[in-house]
């Protein structure tokens, strides 16, 4: 069974405390810090991991920062996605915060924003994606399936968010640069050449050891192969 728990109160908290974190500490790189993912919607069933994002005019500048991200417990995924940083946060050993930062420029339209911000207006749909992941946790233990298996009401969903707002469809899954895309998507299952989806980083498989170019916080992608292959690695929704 995949841990999907029921919608706990105290997740608003724990993401609010960690966007205070790292405000106070990294004051002035991120021009906006928001709860994200299933866990920011109130009555929402989800894994108990907090999903934030941030928004950043320099990601150059945010990378620059991994040292002083670390000393909050955050190591950095090399995803090869081109304009997002994904750093992820473990507490007593199990996953408990990932953090996504993209352009300034892309805030407004992100689906992952758009996505929560339906969510909250439309009630009914929260209890229909609820009933569909509780269904589906009892269903697969396998991460990677069942959340392919929410792909589709996903994207139901987000394509309505971005309507209400005058925005195209666009697909919830993210293209690889190319320079990643030749090692992680053929003849790997599960993930579609040049793709992975566009969600929140869901991975809960042991720590993988630091990369050489980022030995305090940086993960290369050839030691998180797993979260490449996988379409619950980055998406609009992950828990």
Known sequence: MTDVTEYDPAWPGRAETARAE?????????????????????????????????????????????????????????????????YFRDEHGRRACHLHVVPAASWETRNE??????????????????????????EHTDGIEYTKAKTELIQELTDRARADRGLPSVPVWEELSASVSGRSGPGRPGTPSRLLPACPLLVRSPVPQPSASHPSAAVSLPSIRSVARSPSSMGTDSG
């Open 22 to 86: 790292l405000l106070s500490r990294l004051p002035g790189l991120f021009t906006a810090i928001e709860h994200i993912g299933s866990t920011s919607v109130p009555g929402l069933a989800a894994k108990p991991v907090i999903d934030l994002m941030a928004a950043a005019d320099d990601l150059d500048r945010v990378a620059r920062h991994d040292g002083t991200v670390a000393e909050l417990g955050y190591r950095r995924f090399d995803t090869g996605m081109p304009g997002r940083l994904v």
């Open 113 to 138: 924003r758009l996505l929560r911000d339906h969510l909250l207006s439309h009630p009914g749909d929260v209890v229909r994606y609820a009933e569909l992941k509780k269904r589906l946790a009892a």
